[in-house]
């Protein structure tokens, strides 16, 4: 049986050989919130070789990651509530790109093909996993999570299990699937039906995401809001039919009142996209008797919430971490065109200019709403 199984190994790393040729670099931050572009591992003749994937592993060429606002976090305070950057660091967890090679175990991927990675490594084992609710997997190794390395690097290896195929979608659209289910997994859980008046909290790239998904359930009216002006004006351009909110500053209650004015109805579920305090403060006050606040964001680790408005509203609040059983159906979605992500990416860097593009992505003021990282041969 050892013949077969080394020649396909062989046949693989020679497939992964034709267009490697650059070195694999990483963008780094430390707990003293550097941010550079070094070497990083697997090394490029280790890549090269094709050797080294253990059982179920495959090798990608990263093509395009996205900026999530947890590595702006990472980078700029160096800490998540307990999840704390302590040595260096690659950050990432957006990513699409192609097979460069395939442990022999693996025969549903093949050099050549694409794919998004979905960016976690489980046990199998603990309960969670058992359930089929993997996100709480207790020994959960989740990439650009300390200590945990990312995906914004130019090669990775990766379970094989967890790289799914997309097809022909453009690797743009295949890195933003992750993000994609981070809303997926609130529009499941927080139960959003058609025809629900329905309030999105922030329209950073989550809420925009999580607004085009609640268009596509059908709920109505739709109410977002935001402290900036720009991204309201490029939800309204997304979705036509949104109603926009600018956040004022003045109480929670005060805030909420006016949501439920321009929306003419109590919210039946708030999906609050951004973890400040505030804001989920104001979503428990606009909603109905019995309406629910689900909270995608994070936040700090302790608030004062109207608990009382809570309790005589018969309110639930309910939260949310990472998601699970959500690219297959995410990939249905944008391949249909039900849910249409082609416009969140708005600013474009080449992984050399990684540090620029950072920059870009933490600074409000260059209106960008996804910024991308590109690694190409």
């Given at each position: 049986m050892s013949a077969p199984t080394t020649q396909t190994q062989t046949q693989t790393q020679t497939q992964s050989q034709t267009t490697i040729t650059k070195p694999n670099i990483g963008v780094f931050t430390n707990p003293e919130h550097d941010l550079w572009i070094a070497e990083a591992q697997p090394s490029l003749e280790s890549v090269k070789r094709g050797n080294g994937l253990r059982e179920g592993e495959v090798l990608v060429g990263i093509k395009s990651t996205g900026i999530c606002g947890s590595d702006i976090h990472f980078w700029h305070t160096g800490r998540i509530g307990p999840m704390i950057v302590s040595s260096t660091h690659i950050l990432g967890h957006e990513s699409s790109g192609t097979i460069l090679a395939a442990h022999p175990s693996v025969t549903h991927l093949s050099p050549g093909d694409r794919i998004a990675?979905?960016?976690?490594?489980?046990?199998?084992?603990?309960?969670?996993?058992?359930?089929?609710?993997?996100?709480?997997?207790?020994?959960?190794?989740?990439?650009?999570?300390?200590?945990?390395?990312?995906?914004?690097?130019?090669?990775?290896?990766?379970?094989?299990?967890?790289?799914?195929?997309?097809?022909?979608?453009?690797?743009?659209?295949?890195?933003?699937?992750?993000?994609?289910?981070?809303?997926?997994?609130?529009?499941?859980?927080?139960?959003?039906?058609?025809?629900?008046?329905?309030?999105?909290?922030?329209?950073?790239?989550?809420?925009?995401?999580?607004?085009?998904?609640c268009r596509a359930a059908g709920a109505e009216p739709i109410v977002i809001t935001d402290i900036d002006q720009g991204r309201l004006k490029f939800a309204k351009e997304l979705v036509p039919?949104?109603?926009?909110?600018?956040?004022?500053?003045?109480?929670?209650?005060?805030?909420?009142?006016?949501?439920?004015?321009?929306?003419?109805?109590?919210?039946?579920?708030?999906?609050?996209?951004?973890?400040?305090?505030?804001?989920?403060?104001?979503?428990?006050?606009?909603?109905?008797?019995?309406?629910?606040?689900?909270?995608?964001?994070?936040?700090?680790?302790?608030?004062?919430?109207?608990?009382?408005?809570?309790?005589?509203?018969?309110?639930?609040?309910?939260?949310?971490?990472?998601?699970?059983?959500?690219?297959?159906?995410?990939?249905?979605?944008?391949?249909?065109?039900?849910v249409d992500l082609s416009k969140l990416v708005t600013h474009r860097f080449d992984i050399e200019d990684a540090v620029k593009a950072f920059g870009t992505a933490a600074d409000p003021k260059t209106g960008a709403i996804k910024v991308q990282i590109k690694s190409e041969e």
């Open positions: 990675i979905e960016p976690n490594i489980i046990c199998h084992t603990c309960e969670p996993c058992l359930t089929g609710r993997y996100n709480g997997c207790e020994n959960v190794q989740f990439l650009s999570t300390p200590p945990v390395d990312g995906l914004l690097r130019r090669y990775v290896t990766h379970p094989a299990v967890w790289c799914h195929k997309i097809g022909d979608m453009s690797f743009e659209n295949g890195a933003l699937l992750e993000p994609l289910s981070v809303a997926l997994a609130a529009m499941e859980r927080s139960g959003v039906k058609l025809g629900d008046p329905v309030l999105v909290c922030g329209a950073g790239p989550i809420g925009l995401i999580t607004l085009l998904c039919s949104v109603k926009t909110h600018l956040v004022q500053k003045v109480s929670a209650e005060e805030s909420a009142k006016a949501i439920v004015e321009l929306a003419q109805v109590r919210p039946t579920i708030a999906l609050e996209c951004t973890g400040v305090e505030s804001s989920v403060a104001t979503a428990v006050w606009a909603v109905k008797f019995g309406g629910k606040v689900f909270v995608i964001g994070v936040g700090k680790n302790d608030m004062t919430l109207p608990f009382m408005r809570l309790s005589t509203q018969e309110i639930d609040l309910q939260f949310q971490y990472r998601y699970c059983n959500t690219w297959p159906r995410a990939i249905r979605l944008v391949k249909s065109g039900v």
